[in-house]
């Protein structure tokens, strides 16, 4: 392969620039459930992560945005691990919450996995307690008076995601900030 630019780019589509990505109030634009990918870093769960990826990458290819079903083999292949590593990231991602896998059978043939996305990929709230223990309290939101928890609120300034409103944060917390500012 040569290292020479493309110069043939007629199959590259121009997009509109008109044409607005709408961000809910406190939304973050990301099809990668970052809660979720948090909770697994922390808990170093390698396999449940690449597992994770590759079955993000497939949602919309379904008529059910949060139901996939790539085969285990898709899934090393994508992921490159092997297939107990793919079974063991899979079974992590069940205890975790944050996919249901049912066997469905395909036109009377074979079985096959569906892996459906749970909300508590995205949203810390719905978490179950296993999540949770992955998970650092940050504050208290002042507007809507929830718990706050770390990807839950903003780098640069102490802000909700959930409803845009402002962060109290813990005294931990605001020690760590000073002390890691300097």
């Known amino acids: 392969m040569s290292n020479e630019p493309i110069k043939d780019v007629s199959c590259l589509e ?7 990505i ?5 939304g973050l634009y990301t099809p990668w459930p970052v809660p979720a990918h948090q909770v697994l870093v922390a808990a170093k769960e390698r396999f ?24 285990i083999t898709t899934i090393c292949k994508y992921t490159g691990r092997t297939r107990k590593s793919v079974i063991e990231g899979t079974r992590a991602l069940k205890e975790f919450g944050f996919v249901r896998v049912y ?29 949770l223990e992955y998970t650092k309290v940050v504050g208290q939101c002042r507007r809507c008076n929830k718990i706050v928890r770390e ?13 845009g409103g402002q962060v109290k944060l813990l005294e931990r917390v605001k020690k760590y900030a000073k002390y890691k500012d300097k």
């Open 103 to 131: 066997l469905a059978s395909t036109n009377g043939k074979r079985k096959q996995n569906k892996y459906y996305i749970q909300p508590s990929c995205y949203h810390f709230e719905k978490m179950n307690q296993k999540c």
């Open 151 to 163: 990807a839950e609120v903003g780098v640069s300034a102490p802000v909700h995601y959930g409803c």
């Open 22 to 26: 709408e961000i809910l109030t406190g």
């Open 48 to 71: 449940a992560i690449d597992v994770l990826c590759c079955l993000i990458s497939h949602i919309g290819l379904g008529k059910n945005t949060n139901c996939v079903w790539p085969s």
């Open 14 to 20: 121009e997009v509109p620039l008109e044409v607005p």
